[in-house]
């Protein structure tokens, strides 16, 4: 099982709770992409997302910097929000950024964006949602899948492309493409469909309920025909380790309170809650907030459902002071990612 | 008596009314956007139990019908298919998610009222709005439970106790606001919108009742 992390950037708080600026998010994010390779852990993902408090909006350039400044890491966007960017660019940067790691450690999972913003910035209308996405997926995976630089496209969204060079290739031949949901059925029979892995963000409720989901998405990939080993599934979930369970609590709270705070501003919801934290960041909440024995075992116990192959986890938001980002990186590389090897190991 | 629910929308909420209808016991027909085949293998793995339909056979075979489609596509649904029928409406106007929409902006009623002006002849009854889909699972507990959720419900008052049954069954306690026009008091930004409250709390927030 391969253990990660992923981020939006943070920008951190003054101990006031002011913002300090979103260009120290993004250093303290490389800073932790680094750190992560260094104490081993496999995966470290980028997550496009265009607010002040999350500043992480080019995963391609994080990438590339990343891949300068890394030797084993598995880069990848977390996601790259394809609707709303150009196909070729977006495989060019992670394209780029995979020539500069050596090869074979950049990935891209192509995503819709469960938020609006990227609409508006780049100049996409949201009536448009379904279909830019599909479109764009589909031009995407045409270029990857090409035998060679010359690329030949058409459909609704973007000017046709007819015989034109899209470079650099990847090292490999192919970047690993990977599908982003949140948990609607219809994706996972997409994802199943095209023969895409299929990474599942599980953000609240009991993660171990999106079983039926993975089922769905292996049977639609065995039904279109597609075997072999991009049939995979991998998880995000939110997730800090700390030496006690108590502290990796007490660390992730205050994030998570501020995050709400916002998010509950955006979309309508009332205050956090402190019992709804404590349900969820217990077995079989979705917050895998803990100690390494604690979150290992949920790891594991969540494999039993959905067979995942990678799982990687998102604690820094809300201003989540860097010191504990770079202890949980340090902890699910070296003391969760061998537990859940053990536990798998033993069933 | 509700023996049949249809539910028109296969996505994340339709989905997890659809396993807690059919956990209460009702048939449970359901439809995508297409044809039946579309959704088939979906609904055998993810809904086990249900029916696969168009949304077309769907409003035709329930008894009550729930609409659970985003709420920038509730146009794609055919007013007329659901005419005389109860119908739930569980969609919110959440610019983040849907962006702007301007019948909704532009008009200061809910969202609901603006949802039954074009389904003229159905029954409409605001609810299961103002809870996750994933609480809907999650939450449920029989009733008399100290820690059973309540769910706020609001439409003419005959269909509303129709309603209220339904949601009984499904593992909430019923809290009944008042007309179409009472629903406002549960949509985002208000206090009860996802947040948990038990069926007094709710009360308390709706105005019905004095907090203690």
């Known amino acids: ?347 | 008596m509700v023996t049949t629910i249809g539910i028109l929308g296969a996505g994340r909420v339709g989905s997890a009314v659809a396993r807690t209808a059919l956990k209460a016991g009702y048939a449970v027909h359901i439809s995508g956007s297409g044809p039946a085949a579309d959704i088939q293998l979906i609904v055998d793995i993810v809904i086990p139990g249900a029916v696969a339909m168009t949304a077309a056979e769907v409003a035709a075979s329930a008894d009550l019908v729930i609409l659970a489609v985003p709420m920038h596509k509730f146009r794609t649904v055919d007013p007329g298919t659901l005419a005389g029928k109860i119908v739930i409406d569980t969609m919110n106007y959440w610019q983040p998610i849907d962006g702007t929409l301007d019948e909704f902006t532009t008009d200061a009623r809910s969202s609901s009222e603006v949802v039954a002006d074009y389904f003229a002849s159905a029954h409409l009854v605001k609810t299961l709005n103002h809870i996750g889909y994933h609480d809907l699972e999650t939450d449920a507990r029989p009733a008399g439970d100290p820690q059973r959720h309540g769910l706020a419900l609001a439409g003419e008052a005959e269909t509303a106790a129709v309603v209220a049954e339904v949601l009984n069954r499904f593992g909430f306690d019923p809290v009944y606001a008042g007309p179409l026009v009472a629903g406002a008091a549960f949509e985002p930004g208000s206090p009860i919108f996802g947040g948990r409250h038990t069926a007094d709390e709710l009360a308390i927030e709706l105005g019905l009742a004095e907090a203690a």
Not at chain 1, 111 to 138: C, I, M, N
Not at chain 1, 229 to 234: A, F, G, H, M, T
């Open chain 1, 1 to 347: 099982m391969e253990i990660g992390a992923y981020s939006f950037g943070d920008t951190p708080l003054d101990p006031d709770g002011s913002p300090r600026s979103t260009a120290e998010g993004i250093r303290n994010l490389f800073d932790a992409i680094v750190a992560a390779d260094k104490v081993g852990l496999d995966y470290f993902g980028i997550g496009e997302h265009h607010t002040v408090s999350m500043p992480a909006s080019s995963p391609g350039a994080m990438i590339a910097a990343a891949a300068a400044a890394t030797d084993r890491i598995i880069l990848g966007s977390a996601a790259s929000i394809i609707s709303t960017d150009d196909p070729v660019r977006v495989f060019q940067q992670l394209a780029t950024a995979d020539a500069i790691s050596g090869g074979g450690r950049v990935e891209i999972t192509a995503g819709r964006g469960s938020s609006v913003e990227t609409f508006p910035l780049f100049g996409y209308d949201l009536a448009d949602y379904d279909r830019l996405y599909a479109e764009k997926l589909d031009l995407l995976m045409t270029i990857n899948d090409s035998p060679t630089e010359s690329i030949s496209w058409s459909g609704t969204v973007r000017p046709a492309l007819t015989d034109l060079a899209v470079v650099p290739r990847p090292v490999r031949g192919r970047l690993p493409i990977w599908l982003a949901t949140g948990g609607n059925a219809a994706s996972s029979a997409r994802a199943g469909k095209l023969g895409l892995p299929v990474s599942y963000g599980i953000i609240g409720g009991e993660p171990h309920r999106f079983a039926p989901l993975a089922e769905l998405y292996r049977r639609s990939a065995t039904q279109a025909g597609h075997t072999g080993e991009d049939i995979k599934v991998s998880v995000a979930t939110f997730g800090l380790v700390a030496p006690t369970k108590n502290e990796a609590l007490e660390r992730f709270y205050p994030g998570w309170h501020n995050l709400n705070v916002e998010m509950g501003r955006l979309r309508g919801w009332g205050a956090p809650d402190r019992r709804q934290f404590d349900t969820q960041a217990a077995a079989p909440g979705a917050y895998y907030v803990g100690d390494p024995d604690d979150v290992a075992e949920r790891i594991a116990h969540l494999h039993g459902y959905l067979g995942h192959m990678r799982h990687f986890f998102q604690a820094d938001f809300g201003g989540l002071p860097q010191e504990h980002l770079l202890e949980s990186i340090s902890l699910l590389a070296t003391e969760v990612k061998p537990r859940v090897a053990r536990l798998l190991a033993a069933k």
